[in-house]
């Protein structure tokens, strides 16, 4: 198997300027999983839903070539729901509710079918879950990438060194990675946080794009500026799955292309935001994704050697 | 003559985290001419100064070039003073003191030397001013450009517009994009600015970069991530000048072209916040001017064609 994927499958309900949902399909997972399913053919998810999900969703992976049986499905328990509400700038929310339910005891298993993939992909979630995944992978992947978030670092931030010193790549927001390097600057703020274990940094700015790290190298790749952003939910995610979906199926982590992979994880994520939850990914063409890259391309594109 | 600049000269006085000074030399003017001076030999500024103002300051301005027989020296008046300062994060200031002194009737002369320029930077003042240099000027010039802010959206917004409706390149900052064209979305106030006159429209993000808008063209540059930030004042005012300097030294306003003179501008303020006040770029050579440029073109550099 190419990629697994560890990473919450869930409901959402949001609330924006442009309107609200009902509960909606979301969680980490799924949005990992989607992402990538537009680059990798082979790959599997961890996680763990209630007999409320509903089984349509799952299947609907699957046709999108997502090996799920390393989904349980809790008899008699609920699916983990979170609820959001987000300002007029899109930039900032309030959490309304969280209900972890099934998230609360989450017991990993790794299918015997994923053992031995390539790529790992660690999706939000506490750093306990995330290191028993790696620790129940019989061989180390050759690149393992971690997602994480401020909550685990307020609560948990031991256990959170102790997975970081296990992966490749760790791929946080601005915030997060002035709150977990104690500085402000970023470029300080990457070497502190390779110094923690994780040799690649990538530190997503939202609407101000990203920053990759990697020994002296650095690569900015710009978010293409819309007209709209409708939610952002997922949208982190998307740009992660779509980095490792990149990896995974090109299976070429050079500096270069994780430049790439950058790219086409913030490709992915600009349609993300296009519309409530996952709708706008499972409408998405292979056609629509292309020439959103060449946007991309033309976007940051000057020709100049000197002044 | 190539470029003419109406600016402020004046004095400064920061605090930020990294200390403080005493009263230094500053002034929007003094930063555009200093950076455009990096490209264009021909240049004028007008400004006003007191007599408080040293000789000295303006001997080094011609020294760099710039004819400053347009700098009104006002016996028995002093030179207008701004204090500030900078928060943690050196992305918020206060403004401690304001002294308009001699702007606050300055009537600007336009040199006969300066008659006939082919380029005009605006620098923040007020917009009669602005648009007063634009009436006085005999001939057109071929491109003019107008940096403004907030200040003058609060109290002066029809002044404003006037002038706005006189000029093809507007300059301001993201929350001044928003603020003048009362829509949030970058891509749907440049639209709304573009409306109101000039015909291209620049956003800087400060940390974040810079996007420069012209028909359906749309441009990104990032901004180079610094380990420290010493002091911003003058930053956006040395990209302003680096900019314009650029345009008029190679008299190129192709779209392709605005995309170096960006990034020339970028470069440029990414010197000037390395040291308080106008420090760094009185010491800047031409060739670690380049060195930087070569940073700029590696750190967004990515080849791809599809995914």
Redesign the interface.
């Known amino acids: 198997m190419r990629l697994v994927t560890v990473g919450s499958v869930a409901f959402d309900a949001i609330e924006s300027p442009f309107g609200k949902t009902d509960k909606i399909v979301g969680g980490a997972g799924t949005f990992i999983t989607l992402a990538s399913s ?2 990798v053919k082979e790959q599997g998810i961890i996680s763990v839903v209630g007999d409320d999900f509903p089984a349509s969703t799952i299947e609907n992976m699957k046709a999108k070539g997502i090996d799920i049986q390393g989904i349980q499905i809790k008899a008699g328990e609920k699916t983990f729901f979170w609820s959001g509400r987000y300002h ?3 930039n900032s929310r309030d959490t309304l509710v969280t209900e972890l339910n099934v998230l609360e005891h989450f017991n990993p298993i790794v299918p015997q079918a994923f053992q031995g993939a390539d790529y790992l992909m660690l999706g939000n979630l506490s750093p306990q879950v995330q290191r028993m995944v790696i620790e129940r992978m019989e061989k180390r992947p050759k690149l393992i990438a971690m997602d994480t978030m401020n909550f685990w670092m307020d609560i948990a931030l031991e256990e959170l060194k102790k997975t970081m010193a296990l992966v490749d790549v760790l791929i946080i927001n601005d915030e997060e990675a002035r709150q977990l390097s104690g500085v ?5 703020a990457a070497k502190v946080i390779r110094a923690m274990g994780p040799q690649i940094v990538i530190i997503k ?1 939202g609407e ?2 990203a ?1 990759l790290f990697h020994e002296e190298n ?5 978010a293409l ?5 409708f939610d952002p939910t997922g949208a982190g995610d998307t740009f992660a799955g779509g980095f490792m979906g ?1 990896i995974a199926a090109t299976d070429d982590f050079s500096f ?1 292309n994780m ?2 992979a950058i ?2 994880g913030s ?1 992915l994520a600009s349609f993300c935001v296009e519309k409530f939850g996952t709708q706008r990914l499972l409408e998405l063409t ?1 056609k629509e ?2 020439a959103r ?2 946007q ?2 033309t ?9």
């Open positions: 537009f680059f007029n700038d899109m402000y600057s970023l470029v300080k700015k101000h794009g920053l650095m690569f900015f790749a710009p500026p819309l007209e709209d952003v990149y270069e430049k790439r790219i086409a490709a292979k994704l292309n890259v060449k991309f391309v976007l940051g594109n000057f020709e100049m050697k000197e002044v």
